[in-house]
């Protein structure tokens, strides 16, 4: 029986990601993530599942970020019976995020019904709390490299690929037909996660593109970081840092810790608003060896920040004005805590909102990011005169050089390299640079594209 690869998403956006196999061992699932960003695109996620979830008889996560597990309870609650598996770092994460995904979810559908902004007459969460905590049960736990027997000749592993704690490369072997998939592709110069382990060989690839038209500007973030919080707060400002909870959060009370130490910031309060970033300290900490830093600059990392964790502590950030630094999720503003210090301090052009990482089309920090001042807030308009900013130097993902330079040190060039996960003219860019650049055989799927990986694997 040959072996089918089917992409249900992240082929025309950086969300979304789900890759169906069709294996003599049944049906395989590589990741299972939520659509973001544009309506268009948010609508996906009300829609079936492409295929029945019950016939579905494996899942393999890359990483724990909604935009790739997001799905799973929807999936679960539909009919998927089999197991999930990941790694012990994603699966340690999976169980903090989701719930918290149901959570909110359902707090929207709530809020909307109280304040009627929805068109629907009931709105109802797309799965709630407890469907995650019940899709947490599906879960198995792997090491990395460790065989994942998935039956009648097919298999799996999970491989290092940096970007943030667990996340993997999945390998698959499929009666010797080989599928690699880089899930979200880590930097080889990331200051606090170990690089992507290499490339091996394989039949068919599949790579994502988020920054596959840019290369991350060389200066150590640091630098740009600590120029914006003197200047901001030596005039009295607060200092709004969106982030997502897992991965930037880290990344920032890093950089904050050595530019403190150096004395090359104020001596401002600096606080951590986000109950999920707070609960993922203790997970990333079980985890060293996926990590660069020692364990005392891990442990100054937490220490230089008061860490918020009651919506009363959160209500009284907005009352007490800056100077101050307050890093906060969503990372896009597409929810969470940072929408609420937003509305208190955005208004005032004494602060600045600095956007530290990607933003998808149809966000809000993308709506930012172009120049739009202002912003659809809990049913209302919200003035923006605050300095909006960009931090470039702070991505978690590997940009177009560097994925051409790990590509590069494969063994043998995979015979297709399919690109996905990124923004059209991104996936596209990155997709003539292989062609050009590398001489390998590439392509942009589109939508529901099947490819038959053995007959690719024979030729």
Known sequence: MDTFLRFL????????????????????LVDCGL?????????RNWKPFAVDPASIDAVLITHAHLDHTGYLPALVRDGFRGTIHATHGTTDLSRLILPDSGRLLEEQASFATRHHTSKHE?????????????????FRSHRFDDQVPLGNGVSARFVPAGHILGAAQVHVDA??????????????????????????????????????????????????????????????????LPAFAVGRAES???????????????????????PMAVNASDIYGRYPQEQR????????????????????????????????????????????????????????????IVLTGFQAGGTRGAALQRGERTLRIY????????????????????????????LRASPTPPKVTFVTHGEPDASDALRRRIQNTLGWTAHVPDLGETVNVTEIARS
């Open 379 to 406: 049913g209302r308009d919200v003035s923006i005169r605050a300095e909006v900013l960009t931090l470039q130097t702070l991505s978690a993902h590997a940009d177009a050089s560097q994925i051409l330079d790990w």
């Open 252 to 274: 920032l009370l890093l950089h904050l810790s050595r530019l403190r130490r150096r004395g090359e910031i104020p001596d401002v309060p600096v606080y951590l608003n986000s």
């Open 122 to 138: 009931t709105p109802r969460p797309l799965y709630t709390e407890q469907d995650a905590l019940t899709a947490l049960e599906r």
């Open 35 to 43: 659509f973001q960003g544009y309506k268009t695109l948010r609508e």
């Open 293 to 352: 830093i020692s364990s005392h600059e891990f442990k100054a990392m937490y220490s230089l920040a008061t860490l918020v964790r009651t919506v009363d502590e959160s209500k009284l950030l907005n009352l007490r004005g800056g100077p101050a630094v307050i890093i906060s999720a969503s990372g896009m503003l597409e929810g969470g805590r940072i929408l609420h210090h937003i509305v208190a301090y955005g208004s005032d052009p004494r602060n600045a």
């Open 9 to 28: 998403g992240a082929t025309d956006t950086v969300t979304g990601s789900r890759y169906l196999l069709e294996t003599p061992a049944g049906r395989i």
């Open 175 to 240: 009666q010797g037909a080989r599928v690699h998939l880089t899930g979200d592709l880590g930097r080889q110069d990331d200051p606090l996660m170990q690089p992507p382990r290499a490339l091996e060989e394989t039949d068919v690839l599949v790579t994502e593109s988020t920054y596959g038209n840019r290369t991350h500007p060389l200066e150590d973030p640091s630098t740009p970081l600590g120029e914006i919080i003197t200047r901001v707060c030596s005039r009295g400002g607060v200092v709004l």
